[in-house]
């Protein structure tokens, strides 16, 4: 192409430069003559786009490298499982401590709680070493959860005049699904299994499908591993020494990890599959 052909220079240069020989004096005329499509700039936008995708070793490094810096410790995996592996034997060790204890109580005939701690520190302090204690997680629940889920719900630390509360139920219904309940203290108000109505204690894990709960007893404190499925949960957040915001938990609906439920959207759905709580006879 000749760059310095009449048409250029008469019909495009003159209208846009006062001198019309100046680029191409300053040689920015390119030897080919370049089509563009009109489209608005969506082929220059898809050759960007293609030209991101290309794979090189370079590329692969700049991911592998992203990958490795998400990645909060290098043996992440491991200290998972090995955090799984230690509550599972925590969880042995005190059931094993409780039925020693209850053995013993039956044996010496002890009937007071009191009388039993010091009988087993004395005479089996192994025993009494692995007996789980409710009061030990009593700040897991007061110092702790309370405070956390009242900032998530927006709850003042103390509610004076609650007839003068309000709260959208509605959002904190949204928000309590997706709450942790590590720490929470609930209580089984209905379940299939009839055993287990009345159990109350403190969550000391959420697990996918169970709650597993220190629970404080007569005689000694126990953990007890409560099933989501079959069971409704009753749960009390305190506005003050006297009142109380009261909800129910479906554990049918709740059978997800805490860290699952963060990131989770409940939809409506059927629930032909629990009218066993309101009829047993289905």
């Not at 220079?9 to 001198?19: A, G, I, P, S, V």
């Not at 898809?46 to 992203?66: C, F, W, Y």
């Not at 020693?100 to 010496?108: H, L, M, P, V, Y």
Request: hydrophobic share 35%.
């Amino acid at each position: 192409m000749d760059r310095t052909q009449q048409f250029i220079k008469e019909c495009l240069f003159t209208k846009n430069f006062e001198d019309p020989n100046k680029p191409i004096s300053d040689n920015r005329l390119q030897e080919t003559l370049l089509i563009l499509p009109t489209d608005g700039g969506v082929h220059q936008s898809l050759r960007r786009n293609k030209s991101k995708l290309k794979v090189t070793i370079g590329t692969v490094a700049e991911a592998d490298a992203a990958a490795a810096s998400s990645i909060k410790h290098p043996n992440y995996r491991k200290i998972t499982k090995n955090a799984r592996v230690a509550l599972k034997d925590y969880i042995n060790r005190c059931k094993s401590s409780v039925r020693n204890a209850k053995r013993i109580a039956r044996e010496q005939n002890i009937t007071e709680k009191n009388t039993l701690m010091d009988y087993l520190k004395v005479n089996h302090p192994k025993v009494w070493e692995d007996l789980p204690n409710f009061d030990k997680f009593k700040p897991m629940h007061e110092q702790l959860w309370i405070g956390y889920i009242k900032e998530m719900l927006n709850i003042p630390v103390e509610v004076r005049d609650t007839s003068k509360f309000n709260i959208n139920r509605s959002q904190a219904l949204f928000k309590l699904s997706m709450a942790d309940y590590n720490g929470s203290f609930l209580k089984i108000v209905k379940s299939v299994n009839k055993n287990m109505i009345g159990i109350e204690g403190i969550v000391i894990w959420d697990s996918q499908k169970s709650f597993i709960m220190m629970t404080e007893g007569a005689l000694v404190d126990e953990i007890k591993c409560i099933p989501k499925k079959g069971t409704i949960f009753a749960l009390e957040i305190p506005l003050n020494d006297e009142d109380a915001l009261q909800f129910s938990i479906l554990g049918d609906r709740f059978k997800y990890r805490s860290s699952d439920r963060a990131g989770r959207k409940f939809k409506a759905r059927r629930v032909d599959d629990m009218l066993y709580y309101v009829d047993p006879s289905f």
